[in-house]
């Protein structure tokens, strides 16, 4: 669960940074120049994750499979050759947690923007908002995990969501601010604790011997 913690961490300060600005500057100049300091800033994030990425440690199944001599050449064709069924299975598991992330941080505030329900910055405050309850709930189900089945945990979200998605999402339109916050933190659990299940079951989907880059 850690690695999804770590990327959802990054997306909060990509949300959270640029609302700063916003509210630092005034609108000629961030349209003069300010525009380019989140920008500014994420050179130094890059660079931060070139190194980190750079000393990442391997684990020592891999390690054990290097000396062996059991890694295999060509992942990506032995990949596609011998676990396609696995590949689609993880698109689609994926994919829907795209669709939930794309929902909660992207499309419901700037829907409600767009219609007058927030202004700009209460709405970027509200995705970092959901983010951290999407972070706390990561690290709480990807500490739980090993006790439940991830195949019928996400199943339950899935479930879930397609249940709960209208009447939430009437309220988010329809609701008072204290109801829309509600919905908004329903949300961010759901992702949060089907993110941990989803990074526990793709752990274990593919050998290490084609590693995770192969797909």
């Given at each position: 669960a850690l690695p999804m913690t770590a990327a959802m961490v990054g997306v909060a300060l990509g949300s959270l940074i640029p609302a700063l600005v916003e509210l630092s500057f005034s609108n000629a100049e961030l349209m003069q120049w300010?525009?380019?300091?989140?920008?500014?800033?994420?050179?130094?994030?890059?660079?931060?994750?070139?190194?980190?990425?750079?000393?990442?440690?391997?684990?020592?199944?891999?390690?054990?499979?290097?000396?062996?001599?059991?890694?295999?050449?060509?992942?990506?064709?032995?990949?596609?050759t011998t676990k396609l069924k696995e590949i689609i299975k993880v698109a689609f598991i994926v994919a829907f947690g795209g669709v939930i992330n794309y929902l909660i941080i992207i499309y419901i505030p700037a829907f409600l923007t767009n219609q007058g329900e927030l202004i700009l910055t209460h709405a970027t405050f509200l995705s970092f908002t959901s983010l951290i309850v999407v972070i706390i709930s990561i690290l709480i189900v990807g500490k739980l995990i090993n006790t439940w089945n991830r195949k019928i945990l996400m199943l339950s979200i899935i479930i879930i969501t397609l249940v709960f998605s209208w009447p939430l999402s009437h309220l988010l339109l329809n609701g008072t601010a204290y109801q829309m916050i509600l919905s908004f933190v329903f949300f961010s659990i759901i992702e949060g604790a089907y993110f941990g299940a989803m990074m526990a079951y793709l752990a274990e989907v593919f050998p290490a011997k084609i590693r995770y880059t192969s797909m």
């Amino acid at each position: 669960a850690l690695p999804m913690t770590a990327a959802m961490v990054g997306v909060a300060l990509g949300s959270l940074i640029p609302a700063l600005v916003e509210l630092s500057f005034s609108n000629a100049e961030l349209m003069q120049w300010a525009w380019r300091i989140p920008f500014l800033i994420s050179i130094f994030i890059a660079l931060l994750g070139f190194i980190m990425r750079r000393q990442l440690i391997e684990t020592p199944v891999f390690k054990k499979l290097k000396n062996d001599h059991q890694i295999i050449s060509n992942p990506v064709r032995y990949s596609l050759t011998t676990k396609l069924k696995e590949i689609i299975k993880v698109a689609f598991i994926v994919a829907f947690g795209g669709v939930i992330n794309y929902l909660i941080i992207i499309y419901i505030p700037a829907f409600l923007t767009n219609q007058g329900e927030l202004i700009l910055t209460h709405a970027t405050f509200l995705s970092f908002t959901s983010l951290i309850v999407v972070i706390i709930s990561i690290l709480i189900v990807g500490k739980l995990i090993n006790t439940w089945n991830r195949k019928i945990l996400m199943l339950s979200i899935i479930i879930i969501t397609l249940v709960f998605s209208w009447p939430l999402s009437h309220l988010l339109l329809n609701g008072t601010a204290y109801q829309m916050i509600l919905s908004f933190v329903f949300f961010s659990i759901i992702e949060g604790a089907y993110f941990g299940a989803m990074m526990a079951y793709l752990a274990e989907v593919f050998p290490a011997k084609i590693r995770y880059t192969s797909m």
